[in-house]
């Protein structure tokens, strides 16, 4: 099998995993021999896995965005809630596979005769039906939702930003803590703050937030208040806090590489174990930062 990409070992492969690291876009793991193991929520973004043997192992909520997965031994595997868009199955075994909360596309080959609705997988993608769907924490960033069913969907904490919703049916759907922007497209008649959204933009109101885990690298949040804010293991890299009112937030092991903290407001914040390289001080400081000892 010709492949370009070099091939990881997979012993490495699974102590980055259990050292916490989940990254893994565009490695190259073709016929590896990972039956059983447990890789859940890691991303496998456009990696090539031709004929990688995943059989009865646990891959909840894994992300194989635009992976090739051709032929690929996937019987009994555990891929609930795993995104599957832009991902090639093709002559993939996927005998007893649980595919059930699961995302796929236009984009996404499945082996012939498949059928994922009948795995209760989610077809994203305008005019569909995904009424009562459960896409809590859901990655739906710049999609196409317009005219879909979400009538009592639970999107809890989906990622919702630059997304198109409008003429959705948004009735009775748990939208609480979903992220928004201002590129975020509901109808006009739609009351998102009613929704209980969080708007992930500049000034915005995030008292409180619930925001562990959040996929955050780069935003703008210059002048938001996140006072109190569970940012726990939030991805803030990049992200401009500058102004912005942090006190009393938690931010442990968040990773802020980079993140612009000028004139911030960090009094009683936690940042035990977060990362703060490069990271620019409240007072403008560019040095490394020891921000575990809040300051006024």
């Known amino acids: 099998m010709t492949n370009d990409k070099p091939l990881m070992d997979i012993h490495q492969l699974l102590t980055r995993y259990a050292q916490g690291e989940r990254l893994f876009s565009k490695v190259n793991l073709c016929e590896a021999h ?57 002559w ?56 879909t069913n979400l009538a009592q969907a639970y999107l809890y904490r989906a990622d919702l930003r630059s997304a198109d919703l409008r003429g959705a049916n948004l009735s009775e759907a748990n939208l609480h803590s979903a992220l928004c922007n201002p590129d975020t497209g509901f109808d006009e008649e ?18 409180d937030a619930a925001l562990s885990g959040a996929r955050l690298s780069g935003v703008d949040l210059s002048g938001a208040n996140l006072s109190g804010a569970d940012l726990t293991r939030a991805d803030l ?6 102004n912005t009112n942090l006190r009393g937030a938690n931010l442990t092991g968040a990773n802020l590489l980079g993140a612009n903290l000028f004139g911030a407001k960090i009094t009683d914040a936690e940042f035990a174990e977060a990362d703060l390289q490069g990271a620019i001080a409240p007072d403008g400081s560019s040095a490394l930062i020891d921000l575990q000892k809040p300051t006024p």
């Open 34 to 90: 990972l039956s059983g193991s447990n890789l859940s929520r890691a991303v496998f973004r456009d990696a090539s896995l031709q004929e990688i043997n995943l059989s009865s192992a646990y891959l909840r909520r894994t992300d194989f965005r635009g992976a090739d997965l051709k032929g690929a031994d996937l019987r009994g595997a555990y891929l609930k809630g795993a995104d599957l868009r832009g991902t090639d199955l093709r």
């Open 92 to 147: 993939a075994d996927m005998g007893a596979t649980d595919i059930s909360n699961a995302l796929y596309n236009s984009q996404t080959q499945f082996p012939v005769g498949f059928d994922p609705n009948g795995r209760n997988a989610y077809a994203i993608a305008p005019n569909a039906d995904l009424s009562l769907a459960y896409l809590y924490k859901a990655d739906l960033r710049w999609t196409k939702l317009t005219h």
């Open 237 to 242: 890299s990049r992200a401009n806090l500058e």
């Open 190 to 207: 739609f009351d998102a703050n009613s929704a209980g959204v969080y708007w992930i933009c500049p000034q915005s109101s995030l008292v």
